[in-house]
């Protein structure tokens, strides 16, 4: 059964810093990973999506990568912002070359950037 | 991409009671999914809605308890039926798209549901 977890659960960093989050899963047969941002209460917003068969992703300040073989995504923030706090949410979707659709996902990992 | 909206956003309800949740894509997709956040925690999909077919439950979540309809490639709504405080949640729905060469989750905004 595919467990997701992030670390560090939450993270208090100064206006500036680069930081990352981390991201592991125990199954390695994945379709793709997907990053999200939750702000309190509301939906989700997609970050960046990896396939399987990349090894990482750029939008902006933000750069995902991806291990599939060691079950590892992370990612980088740079310059953080006051308007970077949130819950990050990492999923992983599908078994091997199928796609699902379903996403499981971690526990979020909630970031506040102090000005 | 695609566009979801959710309705209602969020609502208070009284204990026995049931709540239909509305799910509106802007395009046509297959595969629906929707999601539920207890307080503190992540999401945990709670069934696949497919156009056309009876709703697919994952472990630990009944039809009894949240009835799906799909009448179209556009449209899904949950209920969630009986409800009791352990049902105050955040669902969300939400639809798989096509942006920037990969196949992408969308989500919706959410209905904070209450249960008193």
Known sequence: KQEVTQIPAALSVPEGENLVLNCSFTDSAIYNLQWFRQDPGKGLTSLLLIQSSQREQTSGRLNASLDKSSGRSTLYIAASQPGDSATYLCAVSGSGSSNTGKLIFGQGTTLQVKP | SAVISQKPSRDICQRGTSLTIQC???????????????????????????????????????????????????????????????????????VGGYRRGNTEAFFGQGTRLTVV
């Open chain 2, 24 to 94: 509106q894509v802007d395009s046509q997709v297959t595969m629906m999914f929707w999601y539920r956040q207890q307080p503190g925690q992540s999401l945990t999909l709670i069934a696949t809605a497919n156009q056309g077919s009876e709703a697919t439950y994952e472990s630990g979540f009944v039809i009894d308890k949240f009835p799906i309809s799909r009448p179209n490639l556009t449209f899904s709504t949950l209920t969630v039926s009986n409800m009791s405080p352990e049902d105050s949640s955040i669902y969300l729905c939400s």
